[in-house]
């Protein structure tokens, strides 16, 4: 597991560091620009937004062909640990991808969006920066120092963005949420001061070689995992997300469903890997979690009133089908672990990409019929298609039918819950895939009724429907299309 | 540090925490908070962490006392506190609800980390057993407080309790890594507190204006 | 390799076709009716390139890799051009007559753009060359064909669409698990290979029961094998087009198609016959063929009655290929074909007394045939063939059903077939009768008069072409490229040792 989360000893050093740090800073930059500019216009947007994408180009092109890179920055007496691989690089381009199409998102719904107020929208754009660049830090750090610094700082914009639309509902919501963000974060500190009583260092490779199994290690992994699945909104820590999206900003939404819950996701997997490696019993609790998060997500996702609180709940139900990567992952086989290695990254990256596009569609819905509720729906089909159609294209994905991404990480996770005969990660999968099509076509149905009456509905800007639609587009085909990110995560230091 | 003044230390750590977590008077409470991270920086002044003494008197003492009474509506000028959070009842009385869902998670952690502490080895000093008992102390009065000032101070006052068990544990080898969590803790405790302060001021606001207009509704002028 | 691209561009005929329509604004009813019809002719010259190439020998295979162990896979066999030749054939008739059905009613658009999706994953699942491709898209096609079964928007048609959705997305999960499941136990395997599963050797045998079982069970709610066809009789509030296209080509016989593929391709008949499987299928074909005849009885609307009909004849199909031996295997094969034809035919006479009349009711058809005789003698066509009358389609269809019967040493087949030919006059001969015999009450339910013929040329077109077909492919039988000759060759050539 060393050597597929780029951690091995062995890895050569990135030969320029600049790289790394263009990654990270560039969008901090441009987020403090976007401040001073506010964009009301979409174009400077995807112009200024390209550069990050540009800058992860030359570090694609550092790391080409290579078993992946480490980096190592010395910072006064402090040692700072940096890894680059396919997987860092998968994310990397999933997380850059999402936050430009917020990013595009953003002018035009601030716009369009009468109540958003403008001391609001001035935050908006640095705290969009610090948010991305926190989660580049995340995807590349190698010590528990970064990986606490990225954290806090993503949680602390995450809540940040939460709170811009300035509503009591806002507030409340945003309120609990940072409470639990605390709470998640105090957890993880005291995870980390464990780790580093007991073996005197914080890099991931050398905790991994050095942790012996005892009551520490065990006390430090309960500790890190609570508070990261608290911040992950993992059942049955989940209560506080839907309230936090029904009253959030459409594109700080589709963000943070796509992206932030599933960095602490990442963190929590990554420390099970290196540290508990052979932990099945654990796992398999932890499989028991997923299923039920799974179910309940499901349950209420299908039972929800409005339309974004159904999208929230569908992120509760689609992170179990993540959270199986524990128990597929942690103490099996590697014919088993290397087929939900596959499928639990396509997972995430077919769920970021879906749920957002989901998010942006379902905003254009909610702007266009100025009806939050799923019955203002009625009629939608014939009237809002394009949005519709993305929505759509989302929720193919989302539900795992071809030929989405969606569909061919479930298939992965099938596969390898089958291979290695873990049936009730099986029963979890199917369940999941029937609540999943249950809650979305809940929602066409009520697109499809022609008897609707006439509500008032105003047209939403072009730009919006395109940008949600790319995004579905892209969630929707390249399910065929998995061989190049699964070549990524196999190749550049992800082989066994 | 020679052990009697260490043990005086931590007893009176101990005693403000306990005096900032549990006084009815919450402007008093605020006030022994502030007194509390005074200590905490003079601690860390006498165990030679001169930096980590500097931080946590500008972050932890002056900046987090002046958001928590910011969020109490007072200023130099204002002495009183306003707005509807400073008459919330406090704390909740003691269920079984209550004491099934928030003491026991609690007590759990605590119970945990209990044992995890006991396999480390005996620490020198008293920093780390006082490091516990506020870790406790925080938690309980997390658990049982439902007001936001109250759930901020017993944040912080955990936090603190996480840095002081974090310095004891760290090895001579392990203490640049120490500081800079201890460092990144506090920033972080700084800007919880704020952005539970700010919130605080923000949402009295909306309900002074949503209590305003409700009223001219009621009777109109 | 470039004639690799030859299916792909089949494929995409209709696939691609789909967006356009969709970006077609709704008003442009004349360009869409032009892009519509040119795509379906374009294809269907496709398709006879294909069947050319194939004839001659040429190998049309495409495929790439989707994750390692998993690939996409088109490949060109005489099952599947005989399934494509019928699904593009069809599409085209289909459109002419969806085109006259929809004049002036809303969602046009919306209608063509799925209706051609439904017609790319039909395509699609006669040129995919091993499960997972099948697999995707037979999903598809669940997908595609959701909006046009509550094209209406109304009450009915929403609750209808309901029970597809829960009868169809149920199947296709468990297909998903089966398919996943034999990759688990022996890797992609490409239709054809049948020797990969029987090299398993005995000890595997009862897993391969067990997943042929849930295979059958997924694939067993498209093709409506009882008690899985809960769905079908309901599906009927959508408009008569799509009932057809789901009852004549793409739905139903997906599912039929698919156990086909299974029988022969994945497993091979000798191993089915091996693990003594048949013999289900055979009862289970039974039971649907009798469930499906006696309920077609009970039904008083011309629609529901057709599709219990529907239920009882797609299970002939199944019933072929349980029979071991060539006869059977050619009878199943060739009433794919048939039965399509046939059946379209029906519902589109069943549409043209709605559209025209204002007929749903089996009652009100009285004297309809003086009315509107072309329709009524096309109904007449197809009711005939399907009880088995010669020289029309079905009548080969039950001829080789019977020797196969007798050669698979299954006497007892014979009688059901003969009891389901008696039951099937039963239902049809009174409609038949009604028809011709009978004297109308003067007035019909709701008359318009949508031409200068007895109906709408759009609407009459389809129905004449697809009724003379059934005729056709009865009396040429024994000319080369007919289906009878298709599937003589497959099941002399291929399936069998």
Redesign the interface.
């Known amino acids: 597991m060393i050597e597929r989360l780029g951690l091995s000893p062995a890895t050569a050093p990135l030969e320029h560091q600049a790289a790394l740090w263009v990654v990270l800073g560039l969008p901090l930059l441009l987020g403090a620009l976007g401040a001073v500019v506010r964009p009301a216009r979409t174009w400077p947007v995807v112009v200024a937004g390209m550069l990050p994408l540009l800058a992860l180009g030359w570090l694609f092109a550092e790391v080409a062909g290579g078993a992946g890179r480490s980096a190592v920055t010395e910072f006064g007496p402090l040692t700072l640990h940096w890894r680059i691989n396919g997987l860092t690089l998968l994310l990397l381009l999933l997380s850059g991808v999402i936050a430009l199409a917020s990013a595009i998102y953003a002018p035009a719904y601030l716009r369009e969006d009468v109540e958003a107020s403008s001391r609001g929208q001035a935050w908006f754009w640095p705290l969009l920066g610090l948010l991305s660049s926190s989660l580049m830090l995340i995807w590349l750090a190698a010590d528990l120092l970064l990986l606490y610094i990225g954290l806090e700082l993503m949680g602390l914009t995450a809540v940040g963005l939460m709170l811009l639309p300035g509503k009591a509902e806002a507030l409340v919501a945003g309120l609990r949420y940072l409470l639990l963000a605390l709470v998640g974060s105090l957890a993880f500190l005291l995870g980390v001061a464990l780790l580093l009583g007991a073996w005197g260092r914080l890099d991931l490779a050398g905790l991994a070689e050095a942790a012996e199994p005892g009551a520490p290690l065990w006390v430090a992994v309960a500790l890190l995992s609570g508070g990261l699945l608290l911040k992950a909104a993992a059942f049955p820590l989940h209560a506080w997300l839907a309230p936090v999206h029904a009253s959030a900003w459409i594109p700080v939404s589709a963000l943070h469903a796509g992206l932030v819950i599933k960095a602490s996701f990442f963190i929590a997997l990554q420390l099970w890997l290196l540290l508990v490696p052979a932990a099945a019993l654990a796992a398999w609790a932890m499989g028991g979690l997923a299923g039920a998060a799974v179910i309940w997500g499901g349950v209420m996702a299908w039972r929800s009133v409005k339309l974004k609180e159904m999208v929230a709940w569908s992120t509760v139900s689609q992170l179990g089908y993540l959270l199986l990567a524990f128990p597929l992952l942690v103490g099996t086989g590697s014919a088993v672990a290397d087929l939900a290695w596959q499928g639990t990254w396509l997972q995430l990256a077919a769920h970021g990409l879906a749920k957002a596009a989901m998010f942006l569609a379902a905003g254009n819905l909610i702007l266009a019929t100025g009806e939050s509720r799923v019955e203002g729906l009625a009629g939608a089909s014939r009237r809002f298609p394009i949005s519709l159609l993305s929505f759509g294209m989302a929720a193919i994905s989302l539900v795992g039918l071809p030929p989405s991404m969606g569909f061919t990480a479930k298939w992965l996770l099938l596969h390898a819950a089958l291979a290695g005969g873990h049936w009730p990660w099986v029963a979890v999968l199917a369940v999941g895939t029937l609540l999943s099509a249950a809650y979305v076509f809940r929602i066409f149905r009520y697109c499809f009724i022609e008897d609707a009456p006439e509500y008032e509905f105003r047209r939403v800007p072009l730009g919006m429907d395109a940008i949600a639609l790319l995004l579905a587009l892209a969630a929707l085909l390249l399910g065929l299309a998995a061989a190049w990110p699964v070549t990524l995560l196999r190749g550049a230091g992800g082989e066994p | 540090m020679p052990p009697l003044e260490e043990t005086l230390l931590a007893a009176a750590l101990l005693l403000l925490a306990a005096l900032s977590l549990f006084d009815r008077h919450l402007v008093r409470a605020c006030s022994w908070f502030v007194t509390f991270a005074l200590v905490v920086a003079l601690a860390w002044a006498r165990l030679g962490l001169v930096w980590l003494a500097l931080l946590e008197l500008v972050l932890g003492a002056l900046l987090t006392g002046a958001f928590l009474f910011h969020a109490l509506g007072m200023t130099p000028l204002v002495r009183r506190p306003r707005g509807f959070f400073a008459r919330w009842h406090d704390p909740l009385p003691l269920t079984w609800r209550l004491a099934l869902a928030r003491l026991l998670p609690a007590l759990v952690v605590l119970a945990m980390l209990g044992v995890a502490l006991a396999a480390l080895g005996e620490g020198v000093g008293s920093l780390r057993p006082a490091g516990f008992v506020l870790l406790g102390l925080g938690l309980w009065a997390f658990a049982l407080h439902r007001h936001l000032l109250r759930r901020l101070l017993a944040f912080n006052v955990i936090g603190t309790g996480i840095f002081l068990l974090l310095m004891s544990l760290a090895e001579p080898a392990a203490l640049p890594a120490a500081h800079g969590l201890v460092i990144t803790g506090l920033v972080v405790a700084l800007l919880g507190t704020a952005l539970g302060a700010l919130l605080v001021r923000r949402l009295e606001a909306l309900e002074a204006r949503h209590g305003a207009r409700a009223r001219t509704h009621g009777h109109p002028a | 390799m470039s004639q690799g691209w030859l299916p792909v561009f089949t494929l995409a005929t209709s696939l691609l076709v789909a967006p356009l329509i969709?970006l077609l604004p709704e008003r442009a009813g004349r360009a869409r009716a032009v892009v519509n019809l040119a795509a379906a002719v374009l294809k269907l010259l496709l398709v006879a390139l294909l069947v050319l190439g194939f004839y001659q020998g040429r190998d049309y295979t495409f495929g790439?890799?989707?994750?390692?162990g998993?690939s996409?896979l088109l490949q060109v066999d005489a099952l599947g051009l005989m399934f494509a030749g019928l699904s593009s054939l069809l599409w085209l008739a289909t459109t002419v007559y969806a085109i006259g059905y929809l004049e002036d009613s809303?969602?046009r658009?919306?209608f063509f753009g799925f209706f051609s999706l439904c017609v790319a994953s039909t395509v699609g699942i006669a040129l995919a060359g091993n499960l997972f491709t099948f697999?995707?898209f037979y999903?598809?096609l669940?997908?595609s064909t959701?909006?046009l079964v509550?094209?209406?928007?109304?009450d009915k048609?929403?609750a209808a669409?309901?029970v597809y959705?829960r009868y169809t997305?149920?199947g296709?999960?468990v297909l998903?698990?089966g398919v996943?499941?034999l990759?688990?136990l022996v890797g992609d395997v490409a239709f054809g290979q049948r020797e990969r599963l029987a090299d398993l050797g005995p000890e595997a045998h009862p897993m391969l029961s067990v997943l042929f079982l849930v295979l059958l069970l997924g694939l067993g709610v498209k093709a409506a094998l009882v008690p899985l066809h809960g769905w079908l009789p309901r599906a009927m509030v959508a408009p008569a087009p799509v009932s057809a296209l789901l009852h004549a080509v793409a739905v139903v016989k997906a599912g039929a198609f698919g156990i086909v593929r299974l029988v022969y391709d994945v497993y091979g008949i000798s191993l089915v016959h091996e693990l003594g499987l048949l013999t289900l299928l055979s009862v289970v074909a039974t039971v649907t063929i009798l469930y499906g005849s006696v309920k077609a009885l009970s039904q008083q609307e011309l629609k529901p009655r057709l599709a219990y009909s529907t239920v009882s004849q797609v299970s002939y199909i199944v019933l072929g290929i349980s029979l071991f031996g060539p006869f059977g295997t050619i009878a199943g094969l060739v009433h794919l074909m048939h039965q399509g034809l046939m059946k379209v035919t029906l519902f589109y006479c069943a549409g043209n007394y709605a559209e025209e009349l204002g007929i749903h009711r089996i009652e009100d058809l009285d004297g309809a045939g003086r009315r509107m005789p072309l329709t009524s003698m096309a109904f007449t066509v197809g009711a005939l063939g399907m009880i088995g009358l010669p020289p029309i389609a079905g009548f080969i269809t039950k001829w080789y059903l019977g020797m196969g019967a007798v050669q698979a040493g299954m006497p007892w087949v014979i009688g059901v077939i003969a009891t389901s030919s008696l039951l099937n006059a039963a239902y049809f001969l009174p409609i038949l009768h009604r028809l011709w015999f009978r004297q109308g009450r003067g007035r019909w339910p709701e008359e318009r008069r949508l031409g200068r013929y007895e109906t709408s040329a759009w609407l009459l077109l389809p129905t004449a072409a697809t009724a003379l077909f059934s005729i056709l492919v009865g009396l040429l039988a024994g000319v080369p490229f007919s289906p009878l000759d298709l599937a003589t060759f497959m099941a002399t050539k291929e399936y069998l040792p």
């Open positions: 969709l790439f890799t989707v994750v390692e998993v996409f809303p969602n658009k919306r697999l995707l999903e598809l669940t997908l959701y909006p509550v094209h209406r928007g109304h048609a929403l669409g309901k959705l997305l149920t296709g999960l998903l698990l996943v499941a990759h688990a």
